[in-house]
């Protein structure tokens, strides 16, 4: 992105960027004061799994968000647009239009020129997709019904993209709009991206949402087949479904919805009155380069992204008061981030360990918007100065490579000035965001 920067980007590339605003429609919360509660408090919002028959899916739990009547949140979309909308468009423009609600960010406090907007999703409108393979949608397409194929609205349906145009149409956002793919990363890149575009002088504010809806027969059987304990087989208590970090361990809950953040140019937000949650300070990224369902597994190169990414702040492992983790409760995803902290602080005994939490447990495994719901988590722990929690670990047998503090007792109040979020994904990623408290 820097070479979009110009000569006036050049000028302002050390630009401060604060996260200004959050906007969620998650099980459960569709507020970010709700969304704060859960995550502080380690409040699963995983249950039983409905959309899809628990016989087919081969597991019985997952975060759903029921009850979403997007009228509450886009009040001037005329019903006739919406009725051809999907369920994932509709949710992710809530979401873009809640993070400018909560950043004061409204039509005239900005040049729609100067706004952008990038979305982050894994599979993109796959749930539509599913549907639109069933037998009707197959007797549609080929001229016997209207249900699926029967409009030109069923073009833009299928568009990865459409989420994210169609919440740039809605807001008038007139500057740059994308919509990345990479997988449980691609919300941290998204926000590097958008604090790029905002240091080289591009735009005065991005709002960068990450939506998925995986819950699908299709997305179930494909993680299935990858083999025991990616996905849990929880069902006497679907909020345990997740417990990160313990021996009983055995994956993950998907979940569904969508996270969004107003980044915004610091002077540009002073200069409306505006705060932030949280300061953006830096972003490393990279690709191991290995085995595309593997990851690193010394906690060598994951720790080096840290390292570096702390670097381009100006700042060490050192000073780091917390660690969100991707924390996903399989086998190798764990440990592995215990073994960055080994060796990002060797020499140095666990109990002095930087604390490290996952909030999985409390809405279930996002994919495409996981690394949003962390960024968002990270942004409210630094603005609070109060940790989060790790669901389902006080109490449980730790595994013994991931016996250190995991925040397992509440929230925790506590200075916090520097935080990490992590990320993972297929595709042998790993994604280190730092942010600083506003």
Request: aromatic share 4%; hydrophobic share 35%; glycine share 10%.
């Given at each position: 992105m820097a070479e979009l920067a110009g000569s006036a980007g050049r000028k302002d590339r050390r630009g401060s960027v604060l996260v200004t605003g959050i906007g969620v429609m998650l099980p459960g919360a569709t507020h970010v004061n709700e969304f704060w509660q859960d995550v502080r408090d380690g409040n699963s919002r995983i249950g039983r799994l409905t959309r899809v028959?628990?016989?087919?899916?081969?597991?019985?739990?997952?975060?759903?968000?029921?009850?979403?009547?997007?009228?509450?949140?886009?009040?001037?979309?005329?019903?006739?647009?919406?009725?051809?909308?999907?369920?994932?468009?509709?949710?992710?423009?809530?979401?873009?239009?809640?993070?400018?609600?909560?950043?004061?960010?409204?039509?005239?406090?900005?040049?729609?020129?100067?706004?952008?907007?990038?979305?982050?999703?894994?599979?993109?409108?796959?749930?539509?997709?599913?549907?639109?393979?069933?037998?009707?949608?197959?007797?549609?397409?080929?001229?016997?019904?209207?249900?699926?194929?029967?409009?030109?609205?069923?073009?833009?349906?299928?568009m990865p993209g459409a989420p994210a145009t169609l919440s740039a149409i809605y807001g008038d956002v007139r500057g740059f709009v994308t919509t990345l793919s990479s997988a449980c990363v691609g919300g941290h890149h998204a926000i590097s991206f958008a604090a790029d575009l905002i240091r080289a002088g591009i735009a005065d504010a991005v709002v960068v949402v990450g939506y998925e809806f995986p819950l699908t027969p299709l997305v179930f059987q494909s993680f299935r087949?990858?083999?025991?304990?990616?996905?849990?087989?929880?069902?006497?208590?679907?909020?345990?479904?997740?417990?990160p970090y313990t021996r009983d361990r055995e994956g993950f809950a998907f979940g569904e919805g969508a996270v969004a953040l107003c980044l915004e140019r610091e002077s540009h937000a002073r200069a409306r009155g505006a705060s932030g949650y949280a300061r953006f300070l830096s972003h490393r990224a990279l690709n191991e380069a290995t085995h595309p369902f593997g990851m690193d597994m010394s906690g060598q190169v994951?720790?080096?992204?840290?390292?570096?990414?702390?670097?381009?702040?100006?700042?060490?492992?050192?000073?780091?008061?917390?660690?969100?983790?991707?924390?996903?409760?399989?086998?190798?995803?764990?440990?592995?981030?215990?073994r960055m902290l080994a060796a990002l602080y060797e020499g140095r005994p666990r109990s002095a360990w930087p604390p490290l939490s996952s909030v999985k447990p409390v809405y279930g495994h996002l994919l495409g918007a996981a690394s949003m719901v962390n960024a968002a988590a990270t942004s409210l722990a630094l603005h609070h100065q109060c940790l989060c929690s790790t669901a389902n670990y006080a109490g449980a047998v730790p595994d013994p490579e991931c016996d250190h503090d995991h925040v397992a007792e509440g929230p925790r109040p506590t200075r916090t000035d520097l935080a990490v979020s992590l990320a993972f994904a297929i595709g042998s990623q790993t994604s280190a965001l730092a942010l600083g408290a506003a």
């Open positions: 028959d628990p016989e087919r899916a081969g597991v019985g739990a997952a975060g759903e968000l029921r009850d979403f009547d997007h009228r509450k949140f886009l009040p001037e979309l005329n019903e006739k647009f919406a009725s051809r909308y999907t369920r994932d468009a509709l949710v992710t423009m809530s979401a873009v239009e809640e993070a400018r609600r909560d950043a004061g960010l409204g039509s005239d406090d900005i040049d729609p020129r100067r706004l952008s907007l990038i979305a982050s999703s894994s599979r993109g409108p796959l749930e539509w997709v599913s549907e639109a393979l069933t037998a009707d949608g197959v007797e549609a397409q080929e001229g016997g019904g209207p249900d699926h194929f029967g409009d030109s609205g069923a073009m833009l349906r299928g087949a990858m083999g025991n304990r990616v996905l849990s087989t929880e069902s006497d208590d679907p909020r345990r479904a997740i417990r994951t720790a080096s992204a840290v390292t570096e990414a702390l670097h381009d702040a100006g700042r060490t492992p050192q000073d780091v008061d917390w660690f969100c983790a991707h924390g996903t409760a399989t086998p190798k995803n764990d440990v592995a981030e215990s």
